[in-house]
């Protein structure tokens, strides 16, 4: 048999990890981020600032629950508003953490060690977020629970042709597998910090948390082996969470909805958001933590690639959006896409394209990809965009749909802009707590990137 | 021991005034079961201090030990068994079973009760249903000529007046609350002073009387008082009345009879559904408009109008003209059809629309109607009167009666007289009955001071409005279903008005007030309406005719006989000079639903869309696109008009179809007391309104005020976007091809559908069609379905947001060129569709199908997603955003259907074919052991329609009605190519124009 061919190395931006690091010192790092290192002022400030935007969460829910959803600026044509914007925004931020840790893992793409903890973390939040608003939209939020098929006097069944039901299945499922993939891949790093920490109250809670891992090779073994499983589970996730949220629109009749591109268009559309806002969350913390040895230049640089590429998928998905309106001839779908980018809200259109189209094309060049701060801005105004993509998509859709009789307008109330800058604040609120309590960095991963780390194996034949 | 014996004695004394001491003598009180006032309770010994007591005598010492005792354990039980209980929170309610069952009444089945709701003295008659005594909706009378079981929207909405919690709820004396004897006593005083002068200073201010009992107890108040006078006063119809007066030389009452007019023509006239006879003549105008059953000729109609009226939507052609402009063009047209060359309004006659308009109003002598509005001058109702002489209508299309008023009279110069002497202080006691003359009167006479300028002020009303704010004594008046009255309906057919439920509010009637001139002021209403007509009946069986008339809401063959005149063509009415020039010409109208201001406190009209503008809550200042652009201002910028030496603001409504340089303005808002749904609502343009022509003011100013106030509409976009959803088209093009509808679109196969389509109707399958020539706009089904199915008003912050109840709207479409603008009306209740988009995706199965093709909503199953109505195309859905429906208003829910239930928030709400009534004939079919017949189901906007443009039944049977209808040439589906196979479908609407282009702008 041939000898597998020994690729050329790619022309990379750098190593994946800084050259200098031991073992030991990337542990020490890492570990040191949550045991040694002192309570920062500047942590002190951006979880309170982060706190106080959460109550606006409390106050608005608060509201919400003693009024009913009309606080909310919804109406009839509009029956979805913010709510909805913000769930599919929320969750499309969760896949990139998810592709980052399943299927980068099942291609071996190495380089995602050093921010798979983190991009999976984030995962997690934005699914906390996200899951919130369908309960939170309902009219009697207090019966949301018979969106569950559980056996009940009243004999029913939820309906299963539904999307929004498929969707609590979707939802649910994706938190529950990233929440375990989480946990489990944190095991060996919370044994580790059980392990090196000197307080007795850090070592028993750690201690519990590492459920008695010991690092012996069995425990090794049965720990990769959840984690491809873990990982097979959670790729097909990656592409299913997004598809069926996509059918929330594609399965209605309402023009501008009902395509058949939405799914692919969707979930790429997740990973196009998600990439950025692991983009803006990471570059702060490699700030301000120091962290440029383990988050690299490598990383940004390769999440850039993916941002542009998932970018240009959404292009085409717009632009497909806009032939297919014209091409199928249909006087609602023509006047449709006609409404959205000339109606009321074109602006909220032009924007869009802006920010998701005209914006990414600056990462073709190599100067920008590395530029860290512009890097964060653009992650920025992508992440704008995307929440404006969802704006338009299910707005613009329903304020002008088949009877010009019941055309209207939407536009948010106070309490829509509270919720959603309240889920922003429960969001970075988990960030930073999570970042303080917990290694946000895998260390063992990290540490198999080391050279020291490598065994060198004769290729079975 | 002495002790004991002082202690009981003691007691004995103490005792002498406790409630079961009282009760023993209300026990032991023979004749009547009950005390009738508190005069009778009064006499009962120190019954007075008693009441001025803040305790029984016993609550002050503990006599009994033993008691005390018992009370503190029971106090502490109670106490600790309170944290039980107190998570639940259930009031104590006592239910009490009829001892003795009344007669007819059977739980959970409703009675119907014939009487009449009279608007401005006309009788609009109705059959009031009424659970246990309580009525909750209205409905026409079936027999009465007037109504033929339909009812126009102030009449559907009057059930909501009745339990209005706004309402004057007890005798006011200046803002203290007293007694009904106390203001006998004050009357008794008074009279007993104007004995001696005759009456001299005795002033009665009425609306209209039409009532004969009314009259015949004011003519005896003025055979009593021989000095004294009695005023009428409304601040409409003045130009109808007079009008007639100056055509035939008496005061006559056209009626029309559209059933047998071929040409129509409309001078401002608003006759479709609305006003007297309003309902009977739009059923009469759709039987010669619909093309239904194999029909291929229309009659056709012309409106000129100022401001788009729903009457002038249906026109075939509609001219819009100035109202200075009005009285020119029947002069002209008198004319033209006397023969004569036109001459004056030159480029009026070279018009297409008159030359057509002549020669068809010429070629059909006899069999056309020309009608002037309400709102229009005495001289154009006389010219028009003159006209259909010269066409020899009168007689044929134009029946005239005696008049129904009482005592007709110029109201205009009874007003002033009546001011004059106020101001001379003649006037010791003024008695105003109903009405609100301080607020809607011309600001001329100063009402408001004038009426102060009286020693004793009595004010009947229904509300504690501008004019009881003036009045000494204010009684609170009984609403027409609580009172016993008579009223003629337009035709002159009389009805003896019945009341439905005792005085909610103590309230007392005019007919009780006047009773308080005589010798025996307590007489009820009952008492004095049958003593009436027991005078008026004599011979024959008077308890069976009376047991009759009452039962069948209308006394047989009351309608008088036609009277034969001559109309005259009077002599132009002298322009008024002043204001002319430049400057913009104010035209006023009642408003649609509240009239002139007297149902401003019903929410449900505040809340009904305006026929044209879709405006709810306001008026605005309707101009043209034109007029608006000449001033700088747009939609809802505030503007201040002034003219007659007075300024109101408000707000700017564009409307197409109203000429240039005139400005609509609709009376009966802005008022500053009355109640919470009056309060706020709009801007009061009476002040604007000159003595000598009521009509109109030319020479107005506006200026823009740079504010800018909210208008809540519910329609925003006017225009069909070439989308057709009302498919039309003319007779030639029906004749031509009888199923140009249905090509009109297409309608896919049905088998376009991944659900099975084998399923079969076994049972019945309910369907409707609504036929859009026949449907007038006037919104009466909006109104009828809010009171059957207990929709909640959601209150103009709401209606801005889009948020309105109605379960039925109707759109209103223009096509065409915005300053003459076609218009179509097309209701749309829920479509009912066999492949509903919306069950589809709830996902708790809370709307789902039935085995009769209902769409069926689960309110109990609703979690509120909305997704059912984001998914909808018709946009029928309501949602419930916030608790809409009043939970705590005591007196609202007693008008609530007991069938339907009362949603809460967060539920999703909509149309379901008044499935209540579907389920009650079902049953009492099934009692029967047989099928529901057809027209046993009717919902609520099928029974009130006056057009009868909707039908409802079984598509199971093809004999139904619905079944034929369905099978109409005419027959397509909304949106029909989306393939939802809607159950409620349309007929095209078909006009008959004479020439092209239906609208035209002078």
Known sequence: MQQPVELPDRIEVGPVIDEGHSLASVSDKITGIVLKRKTTLGWIFGFLVSFAVLQNLMAAATWLFVKGVGVWGINIPVGWGFAIVNFVWWIGIGHAGTLISAILLLLNQSWRNAINRFAEAMTLFAVMCAGMFPVLHTGRPWLAYWLFPYPNTMDLWPQFRSPLLWDVFAVS??????????????????????????????????????????????????????????????????????????????????????????????????????????????????????LQDVITMRHLNNMAKVTLATGLIVAYGYMMEAFFGYFSADTYEKFMIWNRMTGPYAMFYWTLILCNIITPQFLWFKRIRTNVFVLWCLSIVVNIGMWLERFVIVITSLHRDFLPSSWSMYWPTLWDWMTFTGTLGLFLTCIFLFVRVLPSITIFELRMLLPGARVKEPIAQ | MATDSDATNAMNETSKLNLHSIRTVLDKAKGPNYWRSLDELFSVDGFKEFLHREFPRQAGEWIDDEGRRNFIKLMGASLALAGLTACTKQPTEFLVPYVEQPEELIPGKPLFFATAFPIHGIANPVLVESHSFRPTKVEGNPQHPASLGSADVPTQASILGLYDPDRLQTVNYIGETRSYTAFLEAMIGQLGKQRAKNGAGIRILTETVTSPTLYSQIQAVLKDYPQAKWRQWEPLNHGRRMGAQQAFGQFLNPVYKFDQADVILSVDGNFLGNGPGGVRYARDWASKRIVRGGGTTQSRFYAVETTPTNTGAKADHRLSIKPSDMATFVRTLSAAVGGQAPGGAGDLSSQAFFQNLVKDLQAARGRSIVIAGDDQTAEVHAVCHYINQQLGNIGQTVVLTPSLEQNPVDQLGDIQALVNELNAGQVDL????????????????????????????????????????????????????????????????????????????????????????????????????????????????????????????????????????????????????AGEGNGYELSFHADPYILDGRYANNAWLQELPRPISRLTWDNAVIMSQKTAKDLGVTDEDRVAITANGYTVLGAVWRMPGQPDGSIALSLGYGHRRVGRAAMGAGFDVYPLRDFSNLSYIRGAQIRKTGELFRLAAVQHHFAMEGREPVHEGTLNEFRNDPYFAQKESETPNKLITIFPQNWEYHGYAWGMAIDLTACVGCNACVVACQSENNIAVVGKEQVLNTREMHWIRVDRYYKGHPEAPEMYFQPVPCQQCEDAPCELVCPVAATEHDQEGLNNMVYNRCVGTRYCSNNCPYKVRRFNFLLFSDWVTESVKLQRNPDVTVRSRGVMEKCTYCVQRINYAKITAEKQDRRVYDGEVVPACAATCPSQAIIFGDLNDPKSKVSQWKAEKLNYSLLGELNTRPRTTYLAEIRNPAFEGAGEVS
Request: charged share 15%.
């Open chain 1, 173 to 290: 499922t994706y938190f529950t597998i990233s929440a375990v993939f989480w946990y489990v891949g944190l095991i060996p790093d919370l044994a580790n910090l059980r392990d090196t920490s000197k307080k007795r109250w850090q070592q028993l809670v750690f201690g519990g948390l590492a459920m008695g891992w010991r690092g012996s090779a069995r425990h090794w073994q049965r720990y990769e082996k959840a984690s491809l499983l873990l990982a097979g589970l959670a790729t097909p996730l990656v592409v299913s969470v997004h598809t069926v949220v996509s059918f929330d629109f594609a399965v209605s009749i309402v023009p501008g909805w009902h395509t058949t591109i939405f799914p692919p268009y969707f979930v790429a559309g997740a990973i196009y958001s998600g990439f950025a806002m692991v983009l803006s969350l990471m570059i702060p913390l490699r700030h301000f933590y120091g």
């Open chain 2, 430 to 577: 003024l008695l105003i009955l109903g009405g609100n003359p301080a607020f809607n009167t011309p600001p001329a006479l100063n009402m408001r001071g004038a009426i102060q300028r009286a020693a004793m002020r009595v004010r009947l009303g229904q509300y504690d409005d501008e004019t009881s704010e003036i009045c000494q004594w204010v009684i609170p008046e009984t609403h027409a279903y609580e009172m016993w009255s008579d009223a003629p309906s337009y035709d002159g057919t009389m009805t003896i008005m019945q009341p439905l439920i005792a005085p909610l509010y103590n309230g007392k009637s005019a007919h009780e007030i006047l009773a308080a001139f005589t010798v025996t002021p307590e007489l009820s209403g009952y008492q004095i309406v049958q003593n009436y007509w027991k005078n008026k009946q004599k011979g024959g069986d008077f308890d069976a005719w009376w047991r009759q008339s009452i039962h069948d809401g209308l006394i047989k063959d009351s309608a008088p006989a036609p009277v034969n005149a001559t109309a005259k063509l009077i002599e132009p009415h002298p322009p008024r000079e």
